[in-house]
């Protein structure tokens, strides 16, 4: 499995981006994908997942109620929409695949065996 982030960039506090995530390869109904983030001088952290067959959204408290996350099969697309952006969300973004199968979607970065390079967002306040 092959993913391949884009869509990140420059954004002003309040303002809005999206993210997607282009995935390539072998994919099942049973995976889960994810994005996770890391800020200069931090640990990498969860942000939001869903499960390649659809549904089993999870969030970081940190974003709930601004980002969303969700997914085109037929575009073989997973995408995280950004609103209401704050300094904070300043991050390099990862996408992440999950092949485990499992009933619950994870959000521990250890769990997902495929990762995207990561996509540059910096929001100034």
């Known amino acids: 499995v092959q993913l391949q982030a884009s869509g990140g960039g420059l954004a002003q506090a309040g303002g809005s981006l999206r993210l997607a995530c282009a995935v390539s390869?072998?994919?099942?109904?049973?995976?889960?994908m994810a994005w996770f983030r890391q800020a200069p001088g931090k640990e990498r952290e969860f942000v939001a997942a869903?499960?390649?067959?659809?549904?089993?959204?999870r969030y970081a408290d940190s974003v709930k109620g601004r980002f969303t996350v969700s997914r085109d099969n037929a575009k073989n697309t997973v995408y995280l929409q950004m609103n209401s952006l704050k300094a904070e969300d300043t991050a390099i973004y990862y996408c992440?695949?999950?092949?485990?199968?499992?009933?619950?979607?994870?959000?521990?970065?250890?769990?997902?065996?495929?990762w995207g390079q990561g996509t540059q967002v910096t929001v100034s306040s």
């Open positions: 992440a695949a999950d092949s485990s199968g499992g009933r619950v979607v994870l959000t521990a970065s250890w769990r997902y065996d495929f």
């Open positions: 390869g072998r994919t099942l109904s049973s995976y889960a």
């Open positions: 869903i499960r390649w067959s659809g549904g089993g959204e």
